[in-house]
């Protein structure tokens, strides 16, 4: 189906300068919470490692979140992932984080503040010219109130991209807890504190990273209408620097 310009998802001027300065290095995204003399800068952007998306459908989404493990552990059916309404043609694609610092001192004790800005799926190295909010299937455009930002939830913390096809072996390690607490998961730990797991009979994989209570899946659109990238973003600063 062609792609068609909604504005009704369209990213404003805020957000669309934050998701292109967030992969700038050296740009400021902020100052540090109370005091507006130290800005928070881009220090680079880190390729984490590569994921396999053989269906080439997109799960954005918490591997796991407090009831969806409860029903899991009771053999209860659990809620669907959040997968995007957008499909993305089968492939290999870089996962990267967009790195920031803003220095702080608290209680006497420095702190370098360094922090995740945003996460990226690459899709292709094509210009963006448009970016809109990625929707999962079941969201309904005609019910969002104006400046309202759908998102994903995320109980500790935590986000991933995953093949929506390979999706129920993919999260399961995430969702194996024993007397409350998690037991621990056979995965390839990457950088950024992320985490890979693989199917290997379907050649699909899951890629965690720091998403704080959840985040906003943003569409990067090039100028035909195809996705070059997936960004998801946490929260956006109150102020430019």
Not at 155 to 164: H, Q, R, S, T
Request: net charge negative.
């Amino acid at each position: 189906m062609k792609w068609v310009k909604d504005t009704r998802v369209a990213a404003g001027p805020e957000a669309t300068w934050y998701l292109e300065a967030a992969f700038t290095p050296g740009a400021h995204l902020g100052t540090v919470h109370n005091d507006p003399t130290t800005p928070i800068v881009v220090t680079g952007i880190e390729e984490v490692t590569t994921m396999r998306i053989p269906s080439g459908r997109l799960v954005v989404d918490a591997p796991f979140d407090d009831d969806d493990v409860s029903s899991y552990e009771a053999g209860l059916p659990t809620r669907p992932p959040r997968e995007l309404a957008v499909s993305i043609p089968p492939g290999v694609y870089r996962v990267e984080i967009a790195w920031t610092a803003g220095p702080y001192e608290f209680l006497d004790e420095y702190f370098d503040g360094v922090e995740c800005a945003a996460t990226r799926l690459c899709i292709s190295d094509d210009p963006v010219i448009l970016w809109e909010m990625g929707l999962a299937i079941g969201d309904d455009v005609d019910r969002l109130q104006p400046g309202e930002q759908p998102r994903f939830h995320a109980d500790a913390n935590i986000g991933c991209f995953a093949d929506a096809g390979a999706w129920t072996t993919l999260s399961a390690p995430f969702r194996a807890f024993k007397n409350g607490s998690p037991v621990p998961r056979e995965s390839e730990q990457l950088p950024g504190w992320c985490e890979r797991v693989r199917d290997e009979s379907q050649q699909a994989d899951l890629v965690t990273f720091t998403a704080e209570s959840g985040g906003v899946v943003w569409l990067g659109r090039t100028k035909t209408g195809d996705v070059a990238t997936i960004i998801v973003t946490s929260g956006m600063p109150g102020s430019k620097a």
